[in-house]
């Protein structure tokens, strides 16, 4: 379920400019020019445009619904408070967006757990790792069966996997954008992307998968 926000608003009261956001740099822009002029209408076309993958990411990297909206409500208020301090020059909205979302998840895991979930390096990361090629998504969905089956095994690759593959494969994010969010090197992404692949291979193995 979505998180409800205080600006979300119907339709009808939405400007003209919200049916060219989603997906659409010149429609984004303006949206974002009309929220740095005091336009609050534009943080809910924002939203509407942006908010679904945003959570989609929290709630996978979580797994845990009320700090998937949590984390996406601080986002949009960080952008509603300080819409300056995103820079379109260095990334796209929606990973800015979910890079604030990612802190603010790391910031609630600590709080509760005291350590941080995602590490910084995958030094034990070889234990068991087959040297078979890594599956294609496509390949990993057909061996499921069925999302469920997906998400089970998922929630159990390690937090620094688990992001990539919900970052690339899931979300089909660029692994450029991929690697900022995640607050990595581009080849660190990319490694984790492989391991993770591979993992999850072995627990959708019809003879590895995760419990149901």
Known sequence: MMPFLPWRTARRHRPALAAAVAGDAAGQAEALAALRAGNRQAIAV??????????????????NAAW???ATQEA???LALRPHAYDPSRAPLGAWLAGVARHALAAQWRQALGHEPLPDD?????EGMPGAAAPSPEELLV????????????RQLPAGFREAVVLVDVQERPYAEA????????????????????????LLAPDGGPSR
Request: charged share 25%.
């Open 46 to 63: 924002l939203y509407e445009a942006e908010a679904p993958r945003v959570y989609r990411y929290a709630l996978a990297l979580a797994g």
């Open 68 to 70: 998937a909206a949590d």
């Open 76 to 78: 949009f208020v960080a």
């Open 122 to 126: 995958e030094a034990d990361a070889d």
């Open 143 to 154: 061996r499921a069966q069925d999302g469920d089956a997906v998400w089970a095994a998922l």
């Open 179 to 202: 690697a900022a969010i995640a607050g990595v090197e581009l080849n660190t992404l990319r490694t984790r992307l492989h391991r993770g692949r591979q993992k999850l291979a072995l």
